[in-house]
């Protein structure tokens, strides 16, 4: 969050981030883990334009939760399922932020789907903030290690 911390003190936002208090290791691909954190806090950095931005973290279910959580401009409620379809940008956001492609969140859902968990997002509507949210499911190593040598057969089995 250190890469955002002066984006939001140039807009005299507030940003925290609350960490998980019974934090564990988790395995996963972390620049893409951290792609997906930074998109989803830049986004709300840029939709929030007075207020705060709020990062938090816990486990719950066995899965480690990431909630990004805005003051900013909110999301129409008929517009919060297609935001993580190909080139899809809220309704009057490219007057706010010129610069979007509309891929963000879609690449986001791909990097949680690829990782086994789930995103969305939620919103009561227009001016009223948005909070995205998603979780990853924690993996020991010991399942790793499974993983891998049941990969490893699966690969040796399809040579010829």
């Known amino acids: 969050m ?16 609350k960490p998980a ?15 997906v954190i930074l998109n989803l806090v830049d986004n709300a950095i840029k939709y ?9 973290t ?10 990004i959580k805005d003051t900013g ?10 935001l993580f379809k190909k080139f899809v940008r809220g309704t ?8 979007g492609s ?3 969140l879609y690449i986001a859902q791909r990097v949680v789907g690829e990782h086994g968990g789930k995103i969305w997002a939620e919103s009561d509507g227009l001016e009223k903030g948005s909070t995205f949210h998603f979780y990853l499911p924690i993996i020991k190593a010991s399942d790793i290690a499974v993983i891998n040598s049941a990969a490893a057969k699966s690969a040796s089995a399809e040579k010829p």
Request: charge should be positive; avoid cysteine.
């Open 21 to 35: 208090s019974n934090a564990q290791k988790i395995y996963v691909d972390p620049d893409k883990v951290r792609e």
């Open 102 to 104: 509309g891929l963000g």
């Open 92 to 99: 009057g956001i490219a007057q706010v932020n010129t610069q």
């Open 73 to 82: 401009l909110g999301i129409r409620q008929s517009e919060v399922k297609s």
């Open 2 to 17: 250190k890469e955002l911390d002066a984006q939001a003190k140039n807009k005299k936002l507030g940003l925290t981030f």
């Open 48 to 56: 929030t334009p007075k207020g705060k931005v709020e990062l938090e």
């Open 58 to 67: 816990y486990i719950k279910d066995k899965a480690f939760h990431f909630v």
